[in-house]
């Protein structure tokens, strides 16, 4: 999960239209009764020539670069998800029609990936640690909707005490998350914890990818260590420290592509640098390794 900022004064304007407020007010009146349309938060729109458009979902997919929100791996056909569930609520059947008002808010919307969104991973659960907001919020006689409440930061909602990690309301997820050389995600706070353990952040396959990714960078780091230690090696100390230069360019720079998968554990991997690129090696190595990284980092920052 990375951090994502979200333009909120360039809702596209699908999710402002007349048709998409009509919707919602039919649902505001009738929760539970009307079906809420998902051509409306995908943002479907009917051009001239005839073909349809998802605007929402185009908006979100650019956001996100094609990332799904939770996991980062790369997902070039998202689902548009509800950060709070616009439906039932998982194990809270006093709360039966979820957050329904929020169908259509800006805010509440990420791209998502099938399998972290999949019924027994984020589905509709929505934990939180204080006190459920079971009623939309609303302002002036007649009553009606009060949407600057229904952004996700809004007093009104936060008071709920979310424990999923939003990515676009975490200006530094390392403060919820670290990595491990297996490729496996830690939590360090409760919500850190919670996303991991529901979303199932720490499942095989992403454990896998993300293993791969620092596996290779290992070899790299393993082969330079050969070629310039060796018994009868040419290699010398300018040599390694050349190409030690090149490596740890290569991993802050993929670690700064926002477009690549997993971008929060490539950050992971300079950050820790001595975690993984040091400490992973026999002591006898350290010295070599630690003045040749640090020097490259120097040069680089």
């Given at each position: 999960?990375?951090?994502i ?18 919707h ?45 929100a939770?996991?980062?791996?790369l ?8 950060f ?27 791209p ?9 991973r984020k ?5 939180i ?6 009623n939309?919020?609303s ?19 936060m ?56 596996e ?23 040599w390694?420290?050349?190409?030690i ?9 993929d670690?700064?592509?926002e ?8 950050k ?13 090696f ?20």
């Open positions: 999960m990375r951090a900022t979200k333009d909120l004064n360039a809702v596209p304007p699908a999710l402002l239209s007349a048709d998409c407020m009509q919602l007010n039919e649902i505001i009146a009738n929760p539970g009764t009307v079906k809420i349309n998902s051509k409306f938060y995908k943002g479907t729109v009917k051009l001239p020539d005839g073909t349809e458009v998802n605007t929402v979902w185009v908006a979100l997919k650019e956001l996100y670069l094609n990332k799904c939770y996991c980062e791996a997902c070039h056909h998202p689902d548009v998800e509800h709070r569930p616009k439906g039932t609520l998982f194990a809270h059947p006093r709360n039966t029609f979820g957050y329904y008002w929020l169908a259509f808010e800006w805010t509440n919307l990420v998502a990936c099938h399998e972290c969104n999949k019924v027994f589905g509709n659960k929505f934990p640690q204080g006190t459920r907001v079971t939309y919020p302002t002036g006689v007649p009553a009606t909707l009060d949407h600057p409440r229904n952004r996700f930061d809004s007093p009104y909602l008071h709920e005490g979310p424990l999923y990690v939003h990515p676009e309301y975490c200006a530094d997820p390392f403060t919820h998350f670290d990595f491990l050389r297996t490729g496996a995600i830690v939590g360090l706070t409760s919500e850190g914890r919670r996303t991991i353990e529901d979303l199932q952040l720490d499942r095989d396959d992403l454990n896998g990818w993300r293993r791969q990714i620092y290779t960078y290992l070899d790299s780091f393993r082969d330079l260590l050969f070629r310039y230690r060796r018994q009868g090696s040419t290699k010398n100390s300018d390694f420290m050349e190409e230069y090149h490596l740890v360019f290569k991993i802050i720079f670690g700064l592509d477009k690549k998968d997993y971008t929060l554990f490539r992971s991997l300079y950050r820790k640098i001595d975690y993984f690129f040091i400490d992973a026999d002591p006898i190595f350290h010295n070599d390794l630690r003045t040749a990284i640090e020097a490259a980092i120097h040069q680089i920052i």
